[in-house]
């Protein structure tokens, strides 16, 4: 029997609180747009003013179920610094992946990953993510790293951050998604495009004709200008509606 999870507001610092809730609410924003899968895949963000500490979900809960309270709190080593309830653990897979991008990437506080059905089925064309719309061409500066295996080995690791580089955003070959980004609403925007740029790419080869590509230097003129220091840092200006969506349907990713 699960125990109720008490509100732990009290119990963490203003920022950290914060943060929580921000957390909370990308949770609650990938099940409502589709993009969860059961108990599996993680959101994680960095724990403010703490060193080499993030928060993750509760291994057990939905996403349609996580709340500020119910996130717990781990290092870089995997320990549990706090844990609101113990009924629940961790994904060890999902320490690995968010651990390796956390530890080596200062600039990102947010990792997002998912296993969509259109995120697989990307991650297993040869071609990869295509430039076939404006959305797709958003994504100028993709990663792909090889399949492993279910990722509970450590070593992985440095060959997911060494992969990544520099991009903000990973398909995961065989696997699914990954984004990250400075804040939540950053990652949680790319992460919401990427799976649009997915299942356009989908619906175009479904229809068995050819593809008609625009040409590279208009492909690469369109990624420059979704640069976050081109025009603005996407996914900043959308968040509040992202919240004020999420506060008309259930409040209680606040709690």
Same mark, same amino acid.
């Given at each position: 029997m699960n125990h109720p999870i008490q509100s732990v507001r009290k119990l963490v610092s203003e920022a950290?609180?914060?943060?929580? +809730?921000?957390?909370?609410?990308?949770?609650r924003l990938i099940a409502h !747009?589709?993009?969860?899968?059961?108990?599996?895949?993680?959101?994680?963000?960095? +724990?403010?003013?703490?060193? *080499? $500490? !993030?928060?993750? *979900?509760?291994?057990?809960?939905?996403?349609? $179920?996580?709340?500020?309270?119910?996130? +717990?709190?781990?290092n870089l080593a995997g320990d549990i610094l706090f844990n609101p309830n113990p009924t629940y653990g961790i994904n060890p897979a999902g320490y690995v992946i968010h651990s390796a991008i956390h530890g080596a990437r200062h600039d990102v506080d947010c990792v997002i990953h998912t296993h969509t059905r259109a995120g697989m089925a990307v991650s297993a064309l040869e071609c990869g993510l295509l430039p076939i719309a404006q959305t797709n061409m958003r !994504?100028?500066?993709?990663?792909y790293h090889e399949y492993e295996g279910v990722a509970v080995d450590l070593?992985?690791? $440095?060959?997911?951050?060494?992969?990544?580089?520099?991009?903000? +955003?990973?398909?995961?070959? *065989?696997?699914?998604?990954?984004?990250?980004?400075?804040s939540v609403a950053e990652a949680f925007n790319t992460m919401y495009w990427l799976e649009n740029a997915c299942k356009t790419q989908l619906d175009a080869l479904a229809c068995n004709t050819a593809l008609h590509l625009p040409p590279q230097h208009v492909v690469d003129k369109t990624a420059h200008l979704f640069e976050p220091q081109v025009r603005r840092p996407y996914g900043v200006m959308e968040w509040p509606a992202m919240l004020r969506l999420?506060?008309?349907?259930?409040?209680?990713?606040?709690d």
């Open positions: 950290e609180w914060e943060a929580r +809730v921000k957390l909370a609410a990308a949770y !747009f589709g993009m969860a899968d059961l108990i599996y895949n993680h959101i994680t963000c960095k +724990v403010p003013d703490a060193e *080499n $500490e !993030f928060l993750i *979900n509760p291994y057990g809960m939905m996403y349609e $179920e996580i709340t500020a309270s119910c996130l +717990v709190k781990i !994504f100028g500066k993709i990663a070593d992985e690791r $440095e060959r997911l951050v060494a992969d990544l580089g520099d991009s903000d +955003v990973m398909i995961l070959r *065989n696997h699914g998604l990954l984004t990250c980004g400075p999420l506060d008309r349907r259930d409040t209680s990713y606040r």
